[in-house]
């Protein structure tokens, strides 16, 4: 993947998800039921959580040093989920937006410090097992693509 590919997927992601709950009021973005039992509140700071995962990931690359990040642990998922939703569940919505919004900036921002080899080359850095653009779009593109998927179908049985 090209970094203009990978930054278009990162702007179509954000753009499909923002779009999943445009227009919903204070009670609907805070209300359970979203995604299991997460509010569209929670999923939000989910997806800000896994992102800094990342940014961290980017930050130690670009450092010279071997992430430390979940990326590359193995580690329980629906564990790790349940800790940060118990952690961030009683948040207020703006700080949420707000980390959800701002954790965007620096993933871009440490992707821009990379070059296109940096970023595409498979083998440029061997322990990540693909190339740091691929790992940037299964852990963020991917992952909000999938939650605005449920975002969607969660906004069409809201609408009736």
Excluded: C
Aim: glycine share 4%; hydrophobic share 40%.
């Amino acid at each position: 993947m090209k970094k203009n590919e990978l930054f278009q997927a990162l702007s179509h992601s954000r753009e499909r998800l923002l779009k999943a709950i445009e227009g919903l009021d204070a009670t609907h973005l805070t209300q359970p039921g979203a995604v299991g039992i997460w509010s569209v509140k929670d999923v939000l700071a989910h997806l800000a959580m896994w992102e800094a995962q990342t940014v961290t990931l980017l930050y130690q690359v670009r450092q010279g040093m071997k992430p430390t990040t979940l990326h590359l642990k193995t580690f329980d998922t629906d564990q790790q989920n349940a800790q940060w939703y118990e952690q961030a569940k009683d948040r207020p919505w703006e700080q949420v937006w707000a980390d959800f919004q701002g954790v965007r900036v620096q993933t871009l921002r440490r992707l821009d410090a990379f070059n296109e080899d940096e970023l595409s080359s498979p083998t440029r850095f061997p322990w990540l097992g693909m190339s740091l653009a691929d790992l940037v779009y299964e852990w963020v593109v991917q992952h909000e693509e999938d939650h605005a998927a449920d975002l969607e179908t969660w906004r069409q049985r809201l609408e009736g």
